[in-house]
């Protein structure tokens, strides 16, 4: 059974098992239809009982925007690097409504969307215990194994999601209905979520295998439960999580120097599988590297993986499981009218110069990190045959914008890039774009790859002051890019080294909570994101930065309380457990 393809068609399936149909989901259905043990006992029915698990996982470019506050409460998902400096979408509909509202620090706008972020994880957390009640009906040898697996980390993956985003929650590991039964639960402290996710995923780790056959390429594998505890204690380890007064805020004492090194075992049992690798660049020139490094990113389940998300390798959006990346991030040449992922001059900054360069305010683009080229399509770079014309030309008194500065078509709400990049990492040049927009891309969303198992090590390596063990690893991704080795290492290296390779990666954002910066780096007054204006005066060409919005302090707001999301206040009053810091109902 073909496991990428079996997945799309999952809630379906469940319910035409059922007796019944799509549409009639919402519906009664006779009880005599099936019996919950047919569940159990069905190879079919067990694995599609699963896949919603694997559904419920952030998958990245499938994102659905609303622009109007009637669809807000639809939009459970977004690309999380919007929230960061590195990338933004260029559409002015995507501030009119959740996205724009979430981004400016709407209380309850923030409320609404941590409802459904609770909601979700909770509904896969006790989908997932009324599977574990029942283990004794599930006959399947070989399939009850994986299953078990399986179940075990996608509840440890769904807890550790809830505890990023607020902090010690309700640990249920049981089947629960709060309508039919009084059981309160407690919030857990720091100590028994590390315990509980370790665990979980410990015992996923024993059960699962290291890889599968072609036909369930995709599945959760024990490389992935490894990365789970290891990212736990990385998590866990961090001084801001140390000496506070609640216990579902972080420990009470300070755990951080025996957190760090339970990381640094973890990562390093990751790495002693020996069996993910970087991918390596063959080619020596800019054209050849970039080339290379770009598919690293396109190649599904290669060696350097260790979790993405499944996507359909047709592209159907409408009944499939695509996305629109490609669409959605294409310059007007190519029919762009969302320009949803542009990179910022922010993160331009951060790609330092090849060996032998010094940078030229007079030519930005040359000698730059070989990984700039990769990433980022700038004014004069080429993709897919057309040279990238990101610049105004002054003709009289007027700035004339180039062709991919000037929407496409007809529509009113068409967008062009406001930070005067477009990107390069993820999409794929070969990629049509046409007007049947139920067909698109198809790329995996990486959640977790080697290079982050390097960088993750390094940093926890860095602050046990193994410096130089720290940059050995460090060099070796830059090597991998052919790049020049760091001389030596510093704190801000280490982070940069970070932010260029884990360029939009969901990672990149989380980084800012766990090393305590989210209130610097998310606020607009603290660090206003920065876009490029370039304008060809006759021979002359000149750059002007500024801020990307004129009154970024109005765009990004991230107050100190959102480190944590409010917790759902019906379960505040039924749990009778104590809200998040600074959160009042609304």
């Not at 599904?300 to 409408?318: A, T, W």
């Amino acid at each position: 059974m073909d496991f990428k393809k079996y997945i799309l068609s999952a809630i379906c399936s469940v319910v035409l098992a059922l007796g019944t149909g799509c549409d009639d989901m919402f519906r009664d259905t006779p009880a005599d239809k099936m019996s919950e043990k047919d569940i159990w006992r069905n190879p079919m029915l067990l694995d599609e009982y699963m896949l919603p698990l694997y559904r419920g996982m952030n998958h990245g470019f499938s994102t659905y925007v609303p622009t109007t506050i009637a669809l807000v409460k639809s939009a459970s998902r977004y690309y999380m690097p919007w929230f960061g400096d590195q990338v933004v979408p260029s559409k002015n509909d995507y501030y009119n409504a959740g996205y724009g509202d979430l981004l400016k620090g709407n209380n309850q706008e923030i409320t609404r969307w941590a409802q459904v972020q609770w909601s979700n994880a909770y509904s896969h957390i006790l989908s997932i215990n009324r599977l574990f009640a029942n283990r004794g009906e599930i006959t399947a040898g070989n399939q009850k194994d994986r299953v078990i697996g399986e179940a075990h980390f996608f509840r440890a993956y769904y807890y550790f999601m809830l505890w990023r985003q607020f902090g010690g929650v309700l640990l249920i590991d049981r089947p629960y209905d709060p309508l039919h039964e009084n059981t309160r639960y407690p919030r857990a402290g720091y100590d028994e979520m590390v315990d509980f996710i370790v665990n979980d995923a410990r015992a996923a780790a024993n059960i699962l295998p290291l890889e599968y056959g072609p036909t369930d390429e995709g599945r959760i594998t024990r490389g992935a439960a490894l990365m789970l505890i290891a990212k736990t204690y990385q998590w866990a380890s961090s001084p801001v999580f140390q000496e506070q007064k609640s216990p579902w805020l972080g420990f009470t004492d300070n755990r951080s120097a025996r957190m760090l090194d339970s990381a640094r075992v973890a990562y390093e049992n990751i790495i002693n599988l020996k069996h993910y690798e970087l991918i390596r660049i063959a080619g020596g020139g800019e054209e050849s590297i970039k080339q290379e490094y770009r598919n690293i990113f396109l190649t599904k389940n290669s060696r350097e993986s260790i979790l993405e998300v499944q996507h359909s390798d047709d592209g159907n959006y409408d009944t499939g499981f695509g996305h629109k990346l490609d669409r959605d991030a294409a310059a007007p040449h190519f029919t762009g009218t969302t320009a949803a992922y542009t990179p910022t001059q922010n993160h331009v900054d951060e790609y330092g110069m090849r060996e032998g360069f010094e940078y030229d305010k007079q030519n930005p683009y040359e000698g730059r990190d070989y990984r700039f080229y990769a990433n980022i399509l700038y004014d004069g770079s080429t993709y897919n045959g057309h040279v990238m014309n990101i610049h105004y030309t002054r003709e009289g008194n007027t700035d004339v914008p180039g062709e991919d500065l000037t929407a496409y078509g007809t529509s009113t709400t068409a967008a062009v890039t406001r930070t005067g990049y477009y990107m390069g990492k993820f999409v794929n040049e070969k990629q049509q774009i046409n007007n049947d927009d139920a067909y698109a891309s198809s790329q995996n969303y990486i959640i977790w790859r080697y290079a982050e198992v390097m960088l993750d090590y390094a940093e926890v390596l860095f602050r046990q002051d193994r410096t130089e063990e720290a940059r050995a690893l460090v060099n070796d991704i830059r090597r991998r890019a052919h790049m020049h080795d760091l001389p030596s290492l510093s704190w801000d290296e280490l982070v940069n080294e970070r932010r260029v390779e884990l360029a939009f990666e969901e990672t990149t954002y989380w980084d800012f909570f766990r090393w305590g910066t989210a209130v610097e780096k998310l606020n607009g007054t603290s660090n206003p994101l920065k876009a490029v204006k370039i304008v060809q005066r006759g021979s002359q060409t000149v750059y002007t930065y500024s801020n990307m919005n004129r009154f970024p302090q109005r765009v990004r707001v991230f107050d100190r309380k959102q480190y944590y999301l409010p917790v759902p206040w019906d379960e505040i009053r039924f749990h009778d457990v104590a809200q998040n810091p600074d959160w009042i109902e609304v």
